[in-house]
């Protein structure tokens, strides 16, 4: 169990930048497993990226390119750096940490992009 409290979220412009932050109440050495996902009004929750223990990182091909995750064991974050915004992207942002019976969620932080 790992409580998990996002921000950075807010209003951007098309092609703007937002770094998102994922702050976990306890130490993430051990977490292999940890993401982001998003979750935009009248759509299914969906996966965006995901970065392993050691470093390796996974993205939907829809972020692909623009998007990178990120994570400071030491800091106990996980990051989401996201450049060349568009409205698509609108959506609330949820980080996660763990799985099956571990599996915790924060509470999502908004990301607004304008046309």
């Known amino acids: 169990q790992v409580q998990l409290v996002e921000s950075g979220g807010g209003l951007v412009q098309t092609g703007g930048s937002l770094r998102l932050s994922c702050a976990a109440s306890r130490s993430i050495f051990s977490i292999n497993a940890m993401g982001w996902y998003r979750q935009a009004p009248g759509k299914q929750r969906e996966w965006v990226a995901a970065i392993t223990s050691g470093g390796i990182t996974n993205y939907a091909d829809s972020v692909k390119g623009r998007f990178t995750i990120s994570r400071d064991n030491a800091k106990n974050t996980m990051y989401l750096e996201m450049n060349s915004l568009r409205p698509e992207d609108t959506a609330k942002y949820y980080c996660?940490?763990?799985?099956?019976?571990?599996?915790?969620w924060g509470q999502g932080t908004q990301v607004t992009v304008s046309s």
């Open positions: 996660s940490t763990g799985v099956g019976a571990s599996r915790s």
